[in-house]
């Protein structure tokens, strides 16, 4: 193979570990197209299948009112590419040291802005917590731009690696800077974060969908909000190994079905016993019919949970995208109320912000059946919806989620 790689003009062969141990990441030498080296290594009987790097992004739409902030300039992922243009190399030098775990606040304290958080009553979740508020045991990995892992309303369930490595990941892993600090440069992983589990009766702005839960973050989206597949990989398979049952995947990429070693770590997840809850997209396509849906939540692998959104009104969402078999559930995504970074809050919309409403409502159903197969968290999720009008032919169970519902039902 490596005769066969110096032949084709291959610089570097960067190997996976863990369940992708098999695949490897080619890079080729300046001057050698990526299409006739694929051609070569297809007419090897040795390799099973080669494809691109594909390019992944961030699943936002503006925010209502007004834009989501640009976010500044952050790196260049691939040599001599800039994604998007302008994009600087940067040592992640700015970001900021990790601080120790806060105290848990006992007894609680009312959160001020609970209401402003609207998609948690929409969902029933306020009502679950009277029955269970989560648990430190769930880990979500919020794999997207980072998190500000010292917000104030973040830090309590920001997961604490109990055998950190030399790259001090103590709460997640940066695969931007190859680091143990995954900051958000974005704001779009800070505020899916908060979706998912800001604190809830710490008496500072509001609660996520699962008030208690051990939140991973797994940054391989730079601050202009794109990554590469060899990188995503890279995630879940962190994300796997260190014990999360539920990754939460607020991005994406259209048309690309051939995107086999994205969705062969996504199956090896599933072989792990582990929920992929991933937003369907926002361009206001079906899915089912659709030339260029949106990948991963589009693979056809029973442990994706593939979220569309609605507004306030339980409406879906002009932007989101849907689909009657490839679309499973609906969720809060229009004006979401949530945490970014250096403990500030704001409204941003998109797929993005409702799969983390599902993400946190699957936490809480695992608290609560803490036993439970994904198959069972995920039946439990799709069984209990609130029947919507304006869902059915729309998503498959023709439905906004009601976790007050989910944690009750049975097996």
Known sequence: ????????????????????????HLILNDGIKAEDAMAKLRQDSRVEYVQPNYILRVLPVNADPGPVAAA?????????????????????SNRPALQPAPEDVNPPVEDPDLSLAYGLATIGATQAWNTNVGSKDIIVADIDTGADYNHEDLAFNMWRNPNPSSAGDVVGYDFIHNDGLPYDDNEHGTHTAGTIGAVGGNGIGISGVSPRVSLMAVKFLSGEGSGVTSDAIKAINYAVANGARVLNNSWGGPADPNNQALSDAIDQARQKGVLFVAAAGNDGKNSDTSSSPSYPASFKLDNILSVAATDSNDRLASFSDYGPTS?????????????????????????????????GAAALVWANHPSWTYQQVKKALMDTVDPIDGLQGKVSTGGRINVLKAISASE
């Open 1 to 24: 193979m490596n005769a066969m790689y110096q032949e084709l003009g291959v610089r570097q062969v960067r190997h996976f570990s863990g369940l992708m141990k098999n695949l490897e």
């Open 72 to 92: 500044p300039p952050s790196v260049c992922f691939l040599p001599g590419v800039q994604l998007p243009p302008g994009c600087i190399e940067a040592d992640g």
């Open 327 to 359: 679309v499973h559930v609906a969720a809060p995504g229009v004006n979401v109320y949530s945490t970014v970074p250096k403990n500030k809050y704001k409204k941003m919309s998109g797929t993005s912000m409702a799969s983390p409403h599902v993400a």
